[in-house]
């Protein structure tokens, strides 16, 4: 054998090699600590990969899980479309479960941890959904008796194997030995489908197995190839590009999807010997057909690139109006490799600061062709990491997140695949991230020289988590207008109103501990949520002290309003006994009584300023490595303070 052809099979043999090694990394993971808790940086370590690896072979963490599943025998399509001529479809699909495995402890750690991952069970029904479609693509070639649509008819079908799939493995995951699960389950399927023989004929009589040219697994016709190897083959190995359920769908030469969104024969596009049936969805292909012209035609009519002219046009949005088409944003996702979205990841979706940034950014966005994915957070670092490989998944085209947990490293991932990134808040200086916030230091400062300057001489604030970054900034403007104005200050630590220990003011990581830092302020900064709930127990933490605040300033509006309540329950007058202020200037501000005095932080402003940037970013506007736009915060008075 020439070197030449033996460099790509060691080229081959190494894939395989670290693709063996991301999945045992992963699976030794996901046992020792469940699904959910791991992520694909730390399986990248165990792996000695890099994270940017492990995407490229798995672009959703859950493919990772699902590699070779152990419990089921065959993927479904495939073993009704290679069964002997004669075999049912039912008996074809009753060997999917098997009566033993080889390995009974693996699978039982396997279900495990299945059964305590929602995220898991949620990919598992997208991947049944996945095969639904794929067997529907087989019984379009073969319908027998049945006038059934094979799309229902597949659905039917299934709905019993996946049934009896997550039973057995819930009950493996409870404590059923594997046997005993499995012998049920075997039963259970076999009940289900000679039930569902009854009332569909062709599915437990045998018909021949046609197949169209190229036969069965060369991938050259309508029939799926095998799995993985890219010929066509459905689920394929997840991911790596062979047709992988959710993974990027290969070339479409055999596939059953087709070649989504034109109509070539795939599933995707009901043209695989079933177009124009009521209830299925047109092609651009029909489209084209009844206008008279070609699909690219149709394509420039729909994204406007090219001229097209108006009679042309005429005929081609009637066309689409008779058909009820819509342009299949999958598809030209795969075409483009762009998927028209942008991700945000936000920390509470319920702060009405959050929508109206989100709006901010769908101003500018939504004229530009692209759509929002929001992910929510609560502020918890593990689940901000989650969201990002979700993003990564999903393969937006860039990312926003306003989440203050996050390390640096965590985005290594994202900024690793070329993915615009901008973050909202904080002053973290790295490259491949763009900043935009408000002067959230200033904004602060100007707070308390507010109050000052209104006589208030004992200051409280009810500030966020330590660790976050624009509840650090905030402290140190208003400290920074505390030593500017020479004002009392008791020196002291900072306190989590949690708990009632003193902790770090800006500290990494944000544990307990003392803040020795300048001006600190004894008892009068309190750590708590960024929420309603938060703000009233802050607040009530500073009202309890032997010589409470006469004024509290907020770090958000909805903290604000939660100091307010304080104040009415404990007979308080605002702000003749306290004075409370907030920041942000949500609308519910000037709803509540009395009406809030606070900081406007132009949340819409600052949704459209990332937006701006990160399309500047995608069309290469950018040259810089990272960038920071400042939005100036500015002082609303009202009747609070």
């Not at 599943?69 to 001529?85: D, F, H, M, T």
């Not at 075409?335 to 920390?347: A, E, N």
């Not at 989590?496 to 500290?507: E, I």
Request: aromatic letters at 4%; one cysteine or more; charged letters at 25%.
């Amino acid at each position: 054998m020439a070197s030449g052809e033996r460099v790509p099979a060691r080229r081959e043999r190494k894939k395989a090699e670290t693709r063996s090694a991301i999945v045992a990394a992963a699976r030794r993971l996901f046992g020792e600590r469940g699904f959910d808790a791991v992520t694909v940086v730390e399986v990248a370590e165990a792996a000695d990969v890099s994270a940017k690896t492990v995407f490229n072979y798995f672009p959703a963490k859950e493919q990772l899980f699902f590699e070779e599943g152990p419990l089921l025998a065959g993927v479904p399509s495939e073993v009704v479309s290679g069964r002997p001529a004669g075999e049912s479809v039912a008996g074809a699909l009753r060997t999917l479960l098997p009566s033993s495995v080889a390995d009974p402890a693996a699978l039982v750690e396997w279900a495990r941890v299945y059964h305590g991952s929602p995220a898991l069970r949620a990919f598992g029904r997208e991947m049944f959904a996945e095969q639904e479609r794929a067997l529907a693509g087989v019984l379009a070639r073969d319908r027998g008796p049945n006038r059934v649509t094979p799309g229902i008819l597949a659905a039917v079908v299934l709905s019993p194997v996946r049934e009896v799939w997550e039973t057995v493995l819930t009950r493996m995951a409870t404590g059923t030995g594997p046997e005993d699960a499995l012998e049920q389950g075997v039963r259970a399927l076999g009940a289900a489908l000679a039930m569902l023989g009854q009332g569909f004929p062709g599915l437990a009589e045998g018909v021949p197995v046609r197949t169209t040219a190229g036969g069965v697994g060369d991938g050259s016709g309508g029939v799926p190839g095998r799995v993985g190897d890219g010929s066509g083959g459905v689920p394929g190995r997840v991911g790596d590009g062979s047709g992988g359920v959710p993974g990027r769908v290969g070339d479409g030469s055999g596939d059953v999807s087709g070649r989504v969104g034109e109509g070539s024969g795939g599933v995707a596009d009901v043209q695989a010997g079933a177009a124009g049936r009521r209830g299925e969805r047109a092609g651009i292909m029909r489209v084209a057909a009844l206008a008279g012209v070609s699909a690219t035609t149709v394509s420039h009519t729909l994204n406007g690139r090219r001229p097209v002219a108006e009679k042309t046009r005429h005929r081609v949005l009637e066309a689409i109006d008779q058909l009820g088409y819509r342009p299949n944003v999958l598809a030209r996702s795969l075409r483009t490799s762009k998927s028209q979205t942008i991700g945000l990841v936000i920390p509470d979706i319920t702060n009405p600061f959050y929508p109206a940034l989100a709006r901010g950014m769908q101003d500018v966005l939504g004229p530009a062709g692209y759509d929002q994915i929001i992910s929510n957070t609560d502020g918890e670092r593990r689940l901000e990491r989650s969201a990002l490989e979700q993003m990564i998944a999903r393969q937006v085209d860039g990312l926003a997140f306003a989440v203050f947990n996050t390390h640096a490293e965590d985005l290594l991932p994202v900024i690793e695949r070329g993915m615009p990134v901008v973050r909202l808040g904080g002053r973290l200086i790295q490259h491949g991230v763009d900043v935009v916030h408000s002067d959230d230091e200033s904004g602060a400062r100007e707070a308390t020289r507010y109050l000052l300057d209104r006589g208030y001489l004992r200051i409280g604030f009810v500030c966020g988590p330590a660790e976050e970054g624009p509840a650090a900034e905030r402290v140190a403007g208003y400290r920074a207008a505390l030593a500017d104005a020479d004002a009392d200050t008791d020196a002291g630590a900072d306190v989590n109103a949690d708990t009632d220990t003193g902790v770090k003011g800006k500290g990494e990581g944000g544990g307990v501990g003392v803040d020795t830092g300048r001006g600190a302020v004894a008892g009068l900064v309190v750590h708590t949520h960024f929420s309603r709930q938060g703000g009233a127990m802050g607040a009530a933490r500073l009202l309890d002290l032997p010589e409470p605040p006469d004024a509290l300033l907020c770090a958000n509006d909805v903290m604000a309003i939660g100091a307010l309540d304080v104040a009415v329950e404990r007979g308080l007058r605002v702000p003749d006994d306290v004075a409370i202020m907030g920041f942000d200037d949500i609308e519910s501000a000037s709803m509540v009584t009395p009406r809030l005095t606070t900081m406007a932080n132009p949340a819409r402003e600052i949704g459209q300023a990332c937006a701006r940037r990160l399309l500047d970013r995608l069309a290469g506007k950018v040259s810089e490595p990272y960038s920071e736009v400042v939005i100036p915060a500015r002082l609303v008075r009202r009747e609070s303070a």
